[in-house]
């Protein structure tokens, strides 16, 4: 969303996706991975090509880039791994194997290690296939939106000396039922089972880069490919040099069952290059320009039958505002269903997000600022589409 005239002026060039036949589109539906995830900026894309103009060793550059990473985000220790969801296996694997490198080449096979993993029933989602991809017990506590606030004792009930660690998920769409973060970590750590945080799309804001770990957390899990805009296959783990370490000696390229998670030497130098633009970046300038976005929307795309309101924080919690569209009448759907329809066969293409059966977000987050008056034309007469 910088101005960035570098991107401005690539930005008609579609031709690598043409020659597939493959349809780029202008995004306003979010960082989602089905849709590309997010763009790297010029000089995370430089960054990349310049590493990938030399040999170099994988060990030394991970450890120097974990160093650079960790100064950078105040943390003790951090690791690039290939995605969020890579993430959370290898720092579950980490948790499991700790330090020795006989039982990291010993996974899959548990014998005589911690092999309890404890998560709160209401934070299970699809990303959890990374941590049960590995022979471990899931242990669920609670219940999702249980109307009795949770207690601590349930957590403490799971606890045992086969829990090998907490697995935390930090979202706003996960369903009520779990104590705070920094209770979880307060019960964790008095049996000294650590707890593994996912805050894959928990940026913005930046400090959650360092303010997971400071409310106790052991290892947090940020996805590379949202909004830090680095490579679409890198993540960010941070926190405890002594867990960090166990990531680094599970990780590729050692052998073991993280070997195929392997982030490159583009990914590594371009996560690093990321961060360092993410931490300079003008959060409080970004954030003006998406609430006048989302103005621009009110004003521009209300109309007989719509109703379009400003939605804060987004469905992630990340305090960036949306524009949330609805339709009204009876045939409220069938015109929402027209408009996406309209908004993807037009040009420039345009995808946006669908909200319940009647409704669409407009959402900020992924458009550069080169984008917002294409967009606004192709939405306004998308909406005037659907009324003819
Ligand atoms: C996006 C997301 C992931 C996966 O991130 P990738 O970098 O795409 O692997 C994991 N957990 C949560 C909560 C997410 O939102």
């Given amino acids: 969303m910088s101005i960035d005239t570098r991107a401005a002026l690539n930005a008609q060039d579609t031709h690598i996706y043409d020659m597939l036949g493959v349809r780029p589109f202008i995004n306003a539906a979010g960082t989602y991975t089905r849709l590309g995830g ?15 103009r030399h040999f170099v060793e994988i060990d030394e550059l991970q450890a120097r880039a974990g160093a650079r990473l960790a100064e950078l985000t105040r943390n003790e220790a951090a690791y690039v791994t290939c995605g969020a969801a890579a993430g959370l296996l290898v720092a579950t694997a980490a948790c499991l194997a700790g330090n020795d490198p006989a039982r990291a080449r010993q996974l899959p096979d548990l014998t005589g290690m911690r092999s309890d993993i404890v998560m709160y029933h209401s934070h299970r989602n699809p990303y959890d296939y990374a941590v049960r991809t590995l022979p471990i017990r899931l242990i669920e506590v609670g219940f999702p939106n249980e109307v009795i606030p949770p207690t601590p004792w349930e957590l403490e009930h799971a606890l045992t000396d086969q829990t090998a660690a907490v697995i935390y998920v930090e979202a706003r769409w996960t369903a009520r039922g779990a104590l705070p973060l920094d209770e979880v ?3 964790a750590h008095r049996r000294d089972i650590p707890v593994i945080v996912d805050a894959a799309a928990q940026l913005p804001p930046r400090e959650n880069l360092w303010r997971l770990t400071q409310a106790g957390a052991d290892l947090v899990i940020f996805s590379g490919g949202k909004d830090l805009r680095g490579p679409q296959s890198s993540g960010l ?4 040099r002594d867990l960090v370490d166990a990531c680094f000696l599970i990780g590729a390229p050692h052998h073991g069952i993280c070997r195929p998670l392997k982030a490159g030497k583009e990914e590594i130098v371009g996560l690093v290059a990321a961060v360092e633009r993410y931490m300079a970046q003008d959060e409080e300038a970004r954030l003006l320009w998406t609430e006048r976005f989302v103005d621009r929307a009110i004003e521009q795309l209300s109309g007989p039958g719509v109703e379009v309101r400003r939605c804060f924080p987004n469905e992630a919690g990340q305090p960036i505002p ?33 909200a319940g059966l009647d409704g669409l977000y407009v959402n900020p987050m992924t458009v550069d600022t080169y984008e917002e008056d294409p967009l606004f034309d192709r939405l306004c007469a998308a909406m005037a589409g659907s009324r003819a």
């Fill in 185 to 187: 970590v307060a019960i």
């Fill in 38 to 52: 997010s763009r790297m900026p010029p000089v995370v894309v430089e960054a990349m090509v310049e590493a990938s």
């Fill in 322 to 354: 949306r524009a949330l569209v609805t339709f009204m009448g009876d045939d409220a759907g069938r015109r929402r269903d027209h408009v996406i329809h309209l908004l993807q066969a037009g040009r420039p293409s345009v995808e946006v997000a669908p």
């Fill in 237 to 240: 783990i941070v926190g405890r």
